[in-house]
């Protein structure tokens, strides 16, 4: 995918997320992220928003601490993220390809880091927001999803703060379904590495023969939201404590 259609999907699901907190009310509990309710959720996505906007429309070249979060609810809360999520659309249309400023992961550009970064940023908590209207939360189209699993596993998963780590040489395997498209993922005492293939090349997706523990299966748009442990995973073969360790280790931190 290209910035201009992670800016597209930044668009459409900053708008989708406002309308499921309108409709559900900032006071609902938001069941993905547990203790939160949608105020929370406004709070926390508005202020990363607002935060991932100063560093493009600044060219601000070194990492800063996101501002306060707003003491705002109900009505005037939701008005706030809309404005702001606005404001970052805006921002990435419109600044120059080669704006040089701060960004934390791997990509041709900081643009194309922070457009891509916030689409998914983004869609994640869509689906949260969906989730207090007490529904099943809906996943991105496939094509984003592929992307969105490329960023966890390929980018963010390979830094040394990915506390995803065993005692000794595992391998985990990601296969979409509706897609063909397979990573394995390395696991071991150090960060894991991940490679990518676009079709299963053998009986364990490019894994030695006998040598895969775990396969975490199925539509690309479901396994996104359980990788970032929003719903359940699909379905899992093989040993379950590694999916079990991915459950309990894979959160991210920002920067």
Not at 86 to 91: C, F, N, P
Not at 131 to 146: D, E, F, I, N, Y
Not at 186 to 208: D, I
């Given at each position: 995918?290209?910035?201009?259609?992670?800016?597209?999907?930044?668009?459409?699901?900053?708008?989708?997320?406002?309308?499921?907190?309108?409709?559900?009310?900032?006071?609902?509990?938001?069941?993905?992220?547990?203790?939160?309710?949608?105020?929370?959720?406004?709070?926390?996505?508005?202020?990363?928003?607002?935060?991932?906007?100063?560093?493009?429309?600044?060219?601000?070249?070194?990492?800063?601490?996101?501002?306060?979060?707003?003491?705002?609810?109900?009505?005037?809360?939701?008005?706030?993220?809309?404005?702001?999520?606005?404001?970052?659309?805006?921002?990435?249309?419109?600044?120059?390809?080669?704006?040089a400023c701060w960004s934390f992961l791997p990509a041709p550009s900081p643009l194309a880091f922070?457009?891509?970064?916030?689409?998914?940023?983004?869609?994640?908590?869509?689906?949260?927001?969906?989730?207090?209207?007490?529904?099943?939360?809906?996943?991105?189209?496939?094509?984003?999803?592929?992307?969105?699993?490329?960023e966890l596993l390929l980018a963010f998963h390979a830094r040394p703060r990915s506390r995803v780590?065993?005692?000794?040489?595992?391998?985990?395997?990601?296969?979409?379904?509706?897609?063909?498209?397979?990573?394995?993922?390395?696991?071991?005492?150090?960060?894991?590495?991940?490679?990518?293939?676009?079709?299963?090349?053998?009986?364990?997706?490019?894994?030695?023969?006998?040598?895969?523990?775990?396969?975490?299966?199925?539509?690309?748009?479901?396994?996104?939201?359980?990788?970032?442990?929003?719903?359940?995973?699909?379905?899992?073969?093989?040993?379950?404590?590694?999916?079990?360790?991915?459950?309990?280790?894979?959160?991210?931190?920002?920067?």
């Amino acid at each position: 995918m290209d910035t201009a259609e992670h800016v597209r999907t930044l668009d459409e699901e900053g708008r989708l997320l406002a309308a499921s907190a309108r409709e559900a009310g900032t006071d609902a509990e938001v069941p993905t992220c547990p203790g939160w309710r949608v105020r929370d959720l406004l709070r926390h996505t508005g202020t990363v928003h607002r935060w991932a906007t100063g560093f493009v429309a600044d060219g601000h070249p070194v990492p800063r601490a996101p501002g306060a979060e707003p003491e705002l609810d109900d009505e005037p809360l939701v008005a706030w993220f809309e404005e702001g999520h606005r404001r970052l659309v805006d921002t990435l249309r419109t600044a120059p390809a080669d704006v040089a400023c701060w960004s934390f992961l791997p990509a041709p550009s900081p643009l194309a880091f922070w457009a891509r970064r916030q689409a998914h940023e983004t869609t994640v908590h869509r689906a949260d927001a969906q989730s207090a209207l007490g529904v099943t939360p809906t996943g991105p189209s496939a094509a984003l999803a592929v992307d969105g699993i490329d960023e966890l596993l390929l980018a963010f998963h390979a830094r040394p703060r990915s506390r995803v780590r065993t005692d000794r040489p595992r391998v985990l395997r990601v296969r979409a379904t509706d897609t063909e498209v397979v990573w394995t993922v390395r696991l071991s005492p150090e960060p894991p590495v991940t490679t990518r293939t676009a079709t299963l090349t053998g009986p364990h997706g490019g894994a030695e023969r006998g040598s895969l523990d775990c396969e975490i299966a199925g539509p690309a748009s479901q396994l996104y939201l359980s990788l970032w442990n929003r719903v359940p995973f699909p379905s899992v073969t093989g040993d379950p404590s590694l999916a079990a360790l991915w459950r309990d280790n894979s959160g991210i931190v920002m920067g």
